[in-house]
């Protein structure tokens, strides 16, 4: 009869990011500095902290940083594992969780306000375009598509990834 050897959990060693970078790097690695990482990560601490007893868990700004580099870099999530001492796995359910949070009403309604009313609209065009000088248009952005089978280069912007330019 076999005796089964229960393997013990081993712990990746984690690095303390705030501590490691200056704001610089940070900016270049979480498209944050450490003033606005620590201000995200307060505004939703509440709601990313885990409960105290689990053993080895992620705090907040871990979790934050985690998702800010995944957001920033588009790396794979076994990458981020790795510069961050945890597993794929865990960066996966991170990211997701972090995103829930960011994503809800009371958090999304501090920071976006959509124009309600024609008037409202119309205001925000003139102030657009008195500021850019380009008419009919309150903002645009790029958003991330996955590469087109056809005629795959002309979908790349400047920053060498292939978006869909929205206009609002």
């Not at 984690?14 to 690695?29: A, M, T």
């Not at 080895?56 to 076994?78: C, H, N, P, V, Y």
């Not at 850019?132 to 060498?160: C, M, W, Y």
Request: net charge positive; proline share 4%.
């Amino acid at each position: 009869m076999a005796v089964r050897v229960r393997r013990l959990r081993e712990f990746k060693t984690r690095r303390d990011f705030l501590v490691e970078y200056k704001n610089d790097e940070l900016i270049r690695r979480y498209r944050m500095d450490m003033g606005g990482i620590v201000f995200v990560t307060d505004l939703v601490r509440h709601l990313l902290t885990s409960p105290p007893k689990r053993n080895f868990s992620i705090d907040a700004e871990m979790k934050i940083a985690i998702t800010l580099r995944f957001l920033a870099t588009g790396k794979m999530q076994l990458c981020s594992g790795d510069d961050f001492g945890v597993s794929q796995l865990t960066v996966s359910r991170v990211v997701v969780e972090t995103l829930d949070v960011l994503s809800d009403p009371h958090i999304v309604q501090r920071f976006v306000s959509m124009p309600i009313s024609q008037q409202e609209t119309q205001r925000h065009k003139r102030q657009f375009h008195a500021l850019a000088g380009f008419p009919g248009v309150i903002d645009g952005t790029h958003v991330r598509i996955l590469a087109p089978s056809q005629d795959e280069a002309e979908f790349v912007n400047r920053k060498n990834y292939h978006p869909i330019n929205t206009e609002l």
